[in-house]
């Protein structure tokens, strides 16, 4: 009989302190929501965390709640009870994750984090609909639920160029959030304390950016499977000092395995890219299946997602219009793909995995014929999975087996002529 | 060369597990095909039994076995596995040396293969969660409208008139095909319009270029899906002696190459 390949994935040392990070990060949010020292500001992912940082809140994400629920794996029996409620199946499931665990009042955090019971409660919620719609409609349900005030700002969708019209509508959304989170936080705005944490959170885009680009490297240092849990602190903590520290012991980890030609892999062969969201609940399955095969996926969109090169402390509401619209998931297929391009040059890629994430249209680029496109251009293969960031009866793992590799077998074959 | 060597080929499939023994020549010797059932290896073993009674020789003649398909990670014999889309390309291109787009229907999906001039694989696609177009479908289908799964491909060939079917899923067909049931439809021509939903969801799932190969147990015992697609694709489309063993034969070749000895010779 013919034995599975049994692989070892290499762990990161400073993991530890990341991990530690979003230790500290958690129990901070926690104590703030039990004794309300500091006000608790909710934000979406790629939203206006800085402005909320500069007003003294601290900042809860719930999308790294709702991938902790998928890593967790409990995400697939909760999202049945939002779809219950009303919230469908064939939408979002990290808000249907998200609201099935408020329903059923269970959380990851209490599980990884003692003392901790679940998310720390709201004063307000902020959003911008730069990465979807769903955002809102899912803040929309706990502005009800919690009875606080939910501000955002509407963003446009397929930018091709990024104009000034494009910048000014945002800022401008930007600033209009001001009185409410004054009132909220019984802060008055402070310009300087805004320069300050775009100007962190810039170091924290270009201290990530360095991270990730170590890929680079033949073999490379990093996967993406570490990038989705190194990540967090790219995502919770830009703007704060804490972060910048923290990649900054993760980058001389990764230049020292560079300098003693340490891959993370036992055995690269291949060099992958991916394109879309993890698979929360099949991370360490996916990390494994890829490695047992000596293909090392390096690089990825999603993970790239937490670089916002053009945050600028000396225009701050500007500037942050800028990143948040530059971003890869409010553009246009073709300044997608220009994207997408550069990223297979600079990692030096033999193939592309698309991951066609069922309830996220918005990550999911191999809709309207992207992959075929880029193939003809750059003749870099590519092969789509089909499945879903947190919903696990999306998934049949025994075809996304099957299906990389006879992937993996194909670029052996092209390999070898 | 050995002459005396022969190769397996094992095609672990979801539905039946097929066994293909070639030799050093690359001919067909001996083959078997069994429902796969629940015990994979069991029926692998009983497989190969056959196949090498057919083929008149002894165990200690094979040089090489690989298995593929959904089991192949439960074949006691096999020394190594691939793929079933590296096995199906290669069976087909064996037959078929030119620049080909296979498409085989297996009684659990659906793959569209690629391959350029020199057998070499440029895309592929397995149909998605769903049944719908897989053998699976017509099993389904049959019980519902009680005629044996052998007896469709007679039927759907005597329509006059097909009944459409519009649905993706499996579920809805099957309500549409009871709608029209109700309404007093000819059974062969709601069989056709199986058929032809079968079809459509292939089409649906990739391009084609212009050498088309069909294969799979489905086309095995159901020719009439290849006259019916190539009528919609207004072009003929080639079909190897076994269809269903095309997995199972690349299986086998891919062990004739891996042989040390015939690749030295
Ligand atoms: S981008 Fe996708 S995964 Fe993220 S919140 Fe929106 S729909 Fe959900």
């Known amino acids: ?417 | 060369m050995n002459q005396d060597k022969l190769f397996v080929g094992t095609d672990v499939g979801a539905s039946r597990t097929k066994v293909a023994v070639i030799d050093t020549a690359r001919k067909l010797v001996g083959y078997a095909v069994r429902k796969s059932g629940t015990n994979f290896t069991a029926t692998a073993d009983a497989c190969l039994k056959e196949a090498l009674e057919m083929a008149g020789a002894g165990k200690e003649r094979i040089a090489g076995a690989i298995s593929t398909g959904y089991g192949r990670k439960n074949v006691s014999y096999a020394q190594q596995t691939r793929t079933e889309i590296g096995c199906h390309a290669k069976g087909c291109f064996l037959y078929f040396p030119m620049a080909i787009t296979i498409i085989d229907i297996g009684g659990q999906d659906n793959k569209i293969i690629k391959l350029d001039e020199n057998g070499q694989r440029t895309s592929f696609k397995m149909n998605r969660k769903c049944a719908a177009g897989t053998g699976a479908f017509l099993e389904e289908m049959s019980p519902r409208l009680d005629i044996p799964l052998e007896d469709m491909d007679g039927l759907a060939r005597k329509s006059k008139d097909m009944v459409k079917l519009g649905s993706f899923c499996t579920v809805f067909s099957a309500t549409e095909v009871l709608e029209n049931i109700r309404n007093g439809k000819k059974v062969e021509d709601i069989v056709k319009g199986l058929f032809y939903s079968v079809i459509r969801r292939i089409i649906e799932m990739d391009s084609f270029t212009e050498n088309v190969v069909m294969t799979g147990g489905v086309v095995e015992h159901n020719r009439y899906l290849v006259t019916m697609m190539e009528e919609l694709i207004g072009r003929k489309i080639l079909v190897p002696e076994h269809p269903q063993l095309t997995g199972a034969i690349g299986a086998a070749l891919y062990a004739l190459e891996a042989d040390a000895v015939y690749r030295d010779a």
């Open chain 1, 1 to 417: 009989m013919t034995e599975e390949k049994k692989v070892v994935i290499k762990r990161l040392e400073s993991a530890k302190v990341l991990g530690k990070f979003m230790a500290d990060y958690y129990y901070e949010l926690d104590n703030a929501s039990k004794t309300g020292e500091k006000k608790v500001a909710w934000c979406t992912s790629v939203g206006p965390a800085e402005i909320l940082r500069a007003m003294g809140f601290l900042v809860y994400f719930p999308e790294t709640h709702s991938a902790m629920l998928g890593s967790s794996r409990m995400a697939t029996d909760l999202i049945p009870k939002a779809n219950a409620i009303g919230y469908s199946p064939d939408i979002c499931s990290y808000l249907t994750a998200d609201i099935g665990a408020y329903l059923e009042k269970v959380s990851p955090l209490a599980k990884v984090f003692k003392g901790i019971e679940g998310p720390p409660k709201p004063d307000v919620l902020v959003f911008n609909t730069n990465q979807c719609r769903d955002v809102q409609d899912w803040f929309a349900f706990y502005a009800k639920e919690y009875n606080v005030p939910i501000i955002g700002v509407h963003s446009f969708v397929g930018v091709q160029d990024v104009t000034e019209a494009h910048v000014k509508s945002v800022a401008k959304q930007m600033e209009e959030m001001i009185p409410t989170l004054e009132e909220v936080s019984g802060t008055k705005f402070d310009i300087d304390r805004l320069r300050e944490a775009v100007a962190l959170s810039r170091e924290c885009s270009d201290l990530w950016k360095e991270v990730l680009d170590t890929a680079a490297a033949v073999p490379s240092p990093i996967t993406f499977f570490d990038g989705t849990t190194l990540m967090g602190a790219a995502v919770v903590g830009r703007g704060t000092q804490k972060a910048n520290d923290a990649y900054r012991v993760l980058l001389k980890e990764l230049k020292e395995r560079i300098e003693r030609k340490e891959g993370a892999l036992e055995n690269e062969r291949f060099r992958l890219y991916w394109e879309g969201m993890p698979v929360w609940g099949r991370l360490s399955a996916h990390a494994k299946l890829f490695a047992s095969l000596d293909a090392c996926v390096l690089a990825s969109t999603y993970c790239n997602s937490w670089i916002f090169s053009a945050l600028d402390p000396k225009d701050p509401f500007t500037s942050m219009a800028r990143a948040y619209t530059e971003l890869f998931i409010v553009r246009a297929d073709a300044p997608k793909e220009k994207y997408i391009r550069d990223m297979i040059e600079f990692f030096k890629v033999d193939g592309i995995i698309y991951h066609d994430a069922k309830t996220c249209p918005n990550n999911s680029n191999c809709r309207y014929g992207m992959p075929q496109r880029l193939e003809k251009e750059t003749g870099v293969p590519y092969l789509t999975i089909n499945g879903d960031l947190n919903d696990l009866r999306l998934i049949s793992d025994e075809q996304t087996k099957t299906n990389v590799e006879a992937f993996i077998e194909q670029l052996e074959e092209r390999k070898a002529k």
